[in-house]
C-alpha cells in the first residue's frame, strides 16, 4: 500500500481479554483512563466467567453512565452485553463470552464488536494485567500515522524489576521458539529502531497495536492454539506490510500472573507448559511444513530440558503437549484429559480460566 493512500489514525479501539481477573483489570482501565489520546473505545471480552463479568458490570454501573444495547442482535460468541460511557466521553462494552474461547476467540469477539459499534483506524489489544503509560497511545498512533504498517510493538517492561520484556520478537524456526529482542535491558536503554525493525517477526499480543488494512488482509485470529503462539500466527498473515517498533510507546507488564507463565520452569502452570508445546507443533506444521519432521524431534529433545532445571512434573506436561501436537489436537484442551495431566478436577478449571488471560 503506497503512502499515498495511508490515512491518519485517530481512533483507537482498546481490545482486553479477561477471565476472572476483576482486580488486574480494574488497575488496567485505570491506566487506560490517564491516557492522553482520548479518541478511543474500550472493548472487553469477559471470557466465561459469570463472577467477573457481574463485579466489572457493576463497577462500571458505579462509576460511568449507561448506554442502552440492543439484545435482539447480539455480537456472535457473547451471551450478554453492556455499554457504559465514561465522564470523558470514552465508550466502553463489556462482552460477557458464551463460553471460555480462549485468546484468540475473545479478541475476534472484540474486533466483531468494534466493527460494529465503533469507526476504529487501530486496535489495540492489551493485557488486563498492563499498565500503558500516559502518551504510550499517542506515541503508537504518530508513529501509525507515518508509514503504512501492520502491527506496532511497544517497550514492554517486567513491572516488578522495570526491566525489558521485550521490544519485539524473532522465531527461531529450526527448533520452534521465540526469542524476545531486548530481554533484560535496563529501561532507559535506547536501542536501535531500524535494528529491532530489521529482527522482529511478530510482536507480543500483550500489547498489540494493528491497523485496519492488516486486520482486514489477515482476517481473524486463529483459535485453534487457544493460548499461545496465536499473536505470532497473525504477525505471519501481515503479507507486505511491515512491522514496526514505538520506543516511546512504553507499557508495563505483569508477566505471566494470570496464566503462570514465569521464565522459571519450577514455577510454570502445567496448562502453560502443555500448550506451548502442542502449539509450537502447531504453528510449524502450519508455515514450516518442510521442516515439520525435524522440527518434531528437536521439540522432543526440547522437553528434556525441564529434567534438567528438576521438574519431573514439567517433563511428563510439555512430552504430553507434544505429544497432542503431533496427533493434530487443537483448540482449548479436553477437561478430561486435563484431568489426567493435572490429577485434580479443580485445578483444571482454574487454569483453564486463567489460559485466556495473559501473554507472553
Given at each position: 500500500?503506497?503512502?499515498?493512500?495511508?490515512?491518519?489514525?485517530?481512533?483507537?479501539?482498546?481490545?482486553?481479554?479477561?477471565?476472572n481477573s476483576y482486580t488486574e483489570l480494574l488497575a488496567c482501565l485505570s491506566a487506560v483512563s490517564r491516557l492522553a489520546h482520548r479518541d478511543h473505545?474500550?472493548?472487553?471480552?469477559?471470557?466465561?466467567?459469570t463472577d467477573s463479568f457481574q463485579k466489572l458490570d457493576a463497577h462500571l454501573a458505579d462509576s460511568c453512565s449507561s448506554v442502552s444495547v440492543d439484545?435482539?442482535?447480539?455480537?456472535?460468541?457473547?451471551?450478554?452485553?453492556?455499554?457504559?460511557?465514561?465522564?470523558?466521553?470514552?465508550?466502553?462494552?463489556?462482552?460477557?463470552?458464551?463460553?471460555?474461547?480462549?485468546?484468540?476467540?475473545?479478541?475476534?469477539?472484540?474486533?466483531?464488536?468494534?466493527?460494529?459499534?465503533?469507526?476504529?483506524?487501530?486496535?489495540?489489544?492489551?493485557?488486563?494485567?498492563?499498565?500503558?503509560?500516559?502518551?504510550?497511545?499517542?506515541?503508537?498512533?504518530?508513529?501509525?500515522?507515518?508509514?503504512?504498517?501492520?502491527?506496532?510493538?511497544?517497550?514492554?517492561?517486567?513491572?516488578?524489576?522495570?526491566?525489558?520484556?521485550?521490544?519485539?520478537?524473532?522465531?527461531?524456526?529450526?527448533?520452534?521458539?521465540?526469542?524476545?529482542?531486548?530481554?533484560?535491558?535496563?529501561?532507559?536503554?535506547?536501542?536501535?529502531?531500524?535494528?529491532?525493525?530489521?529482527?522482529?517477526?511478530?510482536?507480543?499480543?500483550?500489547?498489540?497495536?494493528?491497523?485496519?488494512?492488516?486486520?482486514?488482509?489477515?482476517?481473524?485470529?486463529?483459535?485453534?492454539?487457544?493460548?499461545?503462539?496465536?499473536?505470532?500466527?497473525?504477525?505471519?498473515?501481515?503479507?507486505?506490510?511491515?512491522?514496526?517498533?514505538?520506543?516511546?510507546?512504553?507499557?508495563?507488564?505483569?508477566?505471566?500472573?494470570?496464566?503462570?507463565?514465569?521464565?522459571?520452569?519450577?514455577?510454570?502452570?502445567?496448562?502453560?507448559?502443555?500448550?506451548?508445546?502442542?502449539?509450537?507443533?502447531?504453528?510449524?506444521?502450519?508455515?514450516?511444513?518442510?521442516?515439520?519432521?525435524?522440527?518434531?524431534?528437536?521439540?522432543?529433545?526440547?522437553?528434556?530440558?525441564?529434567?534438567?532445571?528438576?521438574?519431573?512434573?514439567?517433563?511428563?506436561?510439555?512430552?504430553?503437549?507434544?505429544?497432542?501436537?503431533?496427533?493434530?489436537?487443537?483448540?482449548?484442551?479436553?477437561?478430561?484429559?486435563?484431568?489426567?495431566?493435572?490429577?485434580?478436577?479443580?485445578?483444571?478449571?482454574?487454569?483453564?480460566?486463567?489460559?485466556?488471560?495473559?501473554?507472553?
Open positions: 500500500m503506497s503512502f499515498e493512500a495511508w490515512l491518519p489514525i485517530r481512533k483507537v479501539a482498546i481490545l482486553i481479554v479477561s477471565y473505545a474500550i472493548f472487553i471480552c469477559e471470557n466465561g466467567s439484545t435482539n442482535d447480539p455480537i456472535v460468541g457473547t451471551a450478554r452485553e453492556t455499554h457504559y460511557r465514561t465522564v470523558g466521553g470514552q465508550d466502553i462494552w463489556l462482552l460477557h463470552a458464551a463460553t471460555n474461547v480462549g485468546y484468540a476467540g475473545g479478541v475476534n469477539i472484540c474486533v466483531r464488536a468494534a466493527d460494529r459499534y465503533f469507526r476504529w483506524d487501530a486496535i489495540w489489544i492489551l493485557n488486563p494485567d498492563t499498565h500503558p503509560e500516559e502518551n504510550a497511545l499517542s506515541a503508537l498512533v504518530k508513529r501509525g500515522t507515518s508509514q503504512p504498517f501492520a502491527v506496532i510493538g511497544s517497550r514492554l517492561l517486567f513491572e516488578t524489576s522495570a526491566r525489558i520484556q521485550m521490544y519485539g520478537g524473532y522465531w527461531r524456526a529450526w527448533i520452534a521458539r521465540g526469542k524476545a529482542i531486548g530481554l533484560g535491558n535496563d529501561r532507559d536503554f535506547n536501542p536501535s529502531t531500524t535494528d529491532v525493525e530489521r529482527q522482529q517477526q511478530f510482536v507480543s499480543g500483550a500489547a498489540f497495536f494493528a491497523s485496519k488494512p492488516f486486520v482486514a488482509a489477515a482476517g481473524p485470529m486463529d483459535e485453534q492454539y487457544f493460548l499461545y503462539n496465536e499473536d505470532l500466527d497473525w504477525c505471519f498473515h501481515r503479507g507486505s506490510l511491515p512491522l514496526l517498533y514505538e520506543h516511546h510507546a512504553i507499557v508495563l507488564h505483569a508477566h505471566g500472573t494470570s496464566i503462570g507463565s514465569s521464565e522459571h520452569a519450577q514455577m510454570r502452570s502445567p496448562l502453560a507448559i502443555y500448550l506451548e508445546e502442542r502449539n509450537k507443533l502447531i504453528f510449524t506444521r502450519k508455515h514450516y511444513p518442510l521442516r515439520y519432521p525435524l522440527v518434531v524431534l528437536i521439540c522432543f529433545a526440547l522437553c528434556h530440558q525441564y529434567l534438567l532445571r528438576g521438574t519431573w512434573r514439567g517433563y511428563s506436561t510439555a512430552v504430553r503437549g507434544w505429544l497432542a501436537g503431533l496427533c493434530g489436537g487443537i483448540g482449548r484442551p479436553d477437561e478430561k484429559l486435563m484431568r489426567q495431566v493435572f490429577r485434580t478436577s479443580a485445578s483444571v478449571k482454574a487454569d483453564l480460566g486463567r489460559s485466556s488471560v495473559g501473554r507472553t
